[in-house]
């Protein structure tokens, strides 16, 4: 076989390793649509998501607020941590969501915020400096289902080795497939590594396979 015809080979089948990878992705980040029982914790962390224009959370960020206050208000956590930056529309996240957090009862002494994030990768390294300012080493990362994943590895990087999964559900959007898949096509380039190995590997033993066949001259 010639050196085109292993490449070829070699680049179908990395294609179809991120095929596989991004249909496994949507098929289980679309199945976590569910509450999970939340340990006690140190603290509430509520990731940032879009305000919009007249200053109100968006249903997202309502969505991830409504399940802070509700687990504040079980005893996980005595601390809530809101965060985010000012986005298309002021204020910033994490003020929105305080706000939001005060109206549903969390004394403001309660609340920490983080406001000067704009994704959540920084949010990750912020939080982790306001953590170990005041203490906190078990954390509860409260986020939408289908970005609690991503979100979690981005907090491991990060330095935290204690989280605990306090994901929110999302019932009223029609674009929560294109959601998911969203998600689902940047957990590809954040863990890339995983499916090329893979591609590379059944490119190889295909090609491998096709050597033992062939038959000899």
């Not at 990731?47 to 200053?55: E, F, Q, T």
């Amino acid at each position: 076989m010639t050196i085109p015809h292993k490449l070829k080979a070699f680049v179908v089948s990395v294609c179809a390793a991120l095929v596989i990878y991004l249909a496994y992705q949507f098929i289980s980040l679309r199945s976590q649509n569910y509450v999970t029982t939340v340990p006690r914790s140190d603290c509430l962390v509520v990731l940032g998501a879009a305000v919009w224009p007249d200053g109100r959370p968006s249903y997202v960020l309502r969505d991830r607020l409504a399940r802070a206050a509700e687990l504040y208000h079980a005893g996980v956590a005595g601390k809530v941590i809101t965060s985010g930056g000012v986005g298309r529309h002021p204020p910033a996240e994490a003020l929105a969501g305080k706000e939001f957090l005060v109206r549903a009862g969390v004394p403001e002494g309660d609340i920490i915020m983080e406001a000067s994030s704009t994704s959540t990768a920084e949010q990750a390294e912020l939080i982790k400096e306001i953590c170990d300012r005041e203490g906190f080493r078990k954390i509860a990362l409260v986020t939408s289902f289908y970005h609690e994943k991503r979100a979690t590895q981005l907090f491991a990087r990060a330095g935290f080795t204690d989280i605990a999964d306090a994901r929110c559900t999302h019932e009223r959007f029609a674009d929560l497939n294109y959601r998911v898949a969203r998600e689902s096509a940047i957990l590809a380039v954040m863990n890339w590594w995983q499916w090329a190995a893979t591609g590379l590997g059944i490119g190889a033993l295909f090609l491998g396979y096709r050597r033992i066949r062939r038959p000899a001259n």
